[in-house]
T-cell receptor
Framework: DSGVTQTPKHLITATGQRVTLRCSPR?????VYWYQQSLDQGLQFLIQ???????AKGNILERFSAQQFPDLHSELNLSSLELGDSALYFC???????????FGPGTRLTVL | GEDVEQSLFLSVREGDSSVINCTYT??????LYWYKQEPGAGLQLLTY?????DMKQDQRLTVLLNKKDKHLSLRIADTQTGDSAIYFC??????????FGTGTRLQVFP
């Protein structure tokens, strides 16, 4: 158990819909990262938040957005879903500048 | 640029050593990581090495870093069937994000 939790574990929805994925970082970690794992793209960095503020942005689509709340949990919002958005979405957390970067169990999103 | 490369497959006999290799391109890496992913599971942090180190050993795992050649390797001693998984190399840039390789599928046969 990495200490990073993600809900839900599985999500099945239809094209055009909107979903929210939730992540709680390890106790004490201020940084939260979101990654997408798909068969064709591999593991791709989406976005990072540090203590409530956006720190870095990767290959995140405009249809996707994220935020980190005062209690440090984070949500990733995916809208106008397309078939190609089907993937595993991971959240990770770390201490700023520290070496350890732990991943949650992931949310498997299936868009039908 | 940001690019991390790994070979796709490795097959070893149980009890032998496995060596998984990785090359990266960004010299601003602060840490380099090895993660393990079993089927249907998340990413498990196996070990990591700070970029100014050459080697790190942790039980059956040995990480070697050649910073000049931007080459990272993971050696698993006495490989077991439970080690069968996909192994991802990743570099952490000074922006804190991780850049992952494509993963190496390790198959251990008896």
């Amino acid at each position: 158990d990495s200490g990073v939790t993600q809900t839900p574990k599985h999500l099945i929805t239809a094209t055009g819909q909107r979903v929210t994925l939730r992540c709680s970082p390890r106790s004490g970690d201020l940084s939260v990262y979101w990654y997408q794992q798909s068969l064709d793209q591999g593991l791709q960095f989406l976005i990072q938040y540090y203590n409530g503020e956006e720190r870095a942005k990767g290959n995140i689509l405009e249809r996707f957005s994220a935020q980190q709340f005062p209690d440090l949990h984070s949500e990733l919002n995916l809208s106008s879903l397309e078939l190609g958005d089907s993937a595993l979405y991971f959240c990770a957390s770390s201490v700023e500048g520290g070496g350890e970067s732990y991943f949650g169990p992931g949310t498997r999103l299936t868009v039908l | 640029g940001e690019d991390v490369e790994q070979s796709l497959f490795l097959s070893v006999r149980e009890g032998d050593s496995s060596v998984i290799n990785c090359t990266y391109t960004d010299s601003s890496s602060t840490y380099l990581y090895w993660y393990k992913q079993e089927p249907g599971a998340g990413l498990q942090l196996l070990t990591y090495i700070f970029s100014n180190m050459d080697m790190k050993q942790d039980q059956r795992l040995t990480v070697l870093l050649n910073k000049k050649d931007k080459h990272l390797s993971l050696r698993i001693a006495d490989t077991q069937t439970g080690d069968s998984a996909i192994y991802f190399c990743a570099e952490r840039l000074n922006t804190d994000k991780l850049i992952f390789g494509t993963g190496t599928r390790l198959q251990v046969f008896p």
